[in-house]
Antibody, heavy 118, light 110 residues
Framework: QVQLQESGPGVVKPSETLSLTCGVSGDPISSDDYWGWIRQSPGKGLEWIASIFHRGITYYNPSLKNRVTISLDTAKNQFSLKLRSVTATDTALYYC???????????WGHGTLVTVSS | QSVLTQPPSASGTPGQRVTISCSGSSSNIGSNTVNWYQQLPGTAPKLLIFFNNQRPSGIPDRFSGSKSGTSASLAISGLQSEDEADYYCAAWDDSLDVYVFGLGTKITVL
């Protein structure tokens, strides 16, 4: 059974970098699947952030592209998200998820709450 | 706001049929497939419908999706109490170059 598990700091100070990791079990991250991050905040609903394919192909939400980096670690079978220069508007529940080339997200992690606060 | 427009809420009694609309444009629903996600309270979203009308394994056939032009719909027939959740439509938008979600529709079972 494939499972995704997010991990991260919980609280990040304004202007700092938010770093999250998604551990994948039961599915090699080098498969033909795509891996992505989505966040959910009360004010903006669900927002896709970024996705990556193991052949080094990345996709970014244009509204966040300047601050975001997504990467893969095939040795650890996990992928990561870095969001720089965070502000209070980046406070959200962050989900990692798997999707196909056809852009439907068929497997989600439980989510991890990140609060931006000093 | 979102480029995909959904009603904020809908309701029905057990056994009824409820329909949720999702209105978009030629750059999203009009040119790409629509997916629907169900989010039960306190849980992560779950894929409910993909490719406009396909159900993943394990999703009851009470849930059905359709698409016409720049709009899509999700229908829940034989509404059950466990269907109380938020439902989101989503699609890729070619103009914005982004995967977009609607703001969600909260289904209440009366």
């Amino acid at each position: 059974q494939v499972q995704l598990q997010e991990s991260g700091p919980g609280v990040v100070k304004p202007s700092e970098t938010l770093s999250l990791t998604c551990g994948v079990s039961g599915d090699p991250i080098s498969s033909d699947d795509y891996w992505g991050w989505i966040r959910q905040s009360p004010g903006k609903g669900l927002e896709w952030i970024a996705s990556i394919f193991h052949r080094g192909i990345t996709y970014y939400n244009p509204s966040l592209k300047n601050r975001v980096t997504i990467s893969l670690d095939t040795a650890k079978n996990q992928f990561s998200l870095k969001l720089r220069s965070v502000t209070a508007t980046d406070t959200a529940l962050y989900y990692c998820a798997r999707h196909s080339v056809y852009w439907f997200f068929d497997l989600w992690g439980h989510g991890t709450l990140v609060t931006v606060s000093s | 706001q979102s480029v995909l427009t959904q009603p904020p809420s809908a309701s029905g009694t057990p056994g009824q049929r409820v329909t949720i609309s999702c209105s978009g444009s030629s750059s999203n629903i009009g040119s790409n497939t629509v997916n629907w996600y169900q989010q039960l309270p306190g849980t992560a979203p779950k894929l409910l419908i993909f490719f406009n009308n396909q159900r993943p394994s394990g999703i009851p056939d009470r849930f059905s999706g359709s698409k016409s032009g720049t709009s899509a719909s999700l229908a829940i027939s034989g509404l059950q109490s466990e269907d109380e959740a938020d439902y989101y439509c989503a699609a890729w938008d070619d103009s914005l170059d982004v995967y977009v979600f609607g703001l969600g529709t909260k289904i209440t079972v009366l």
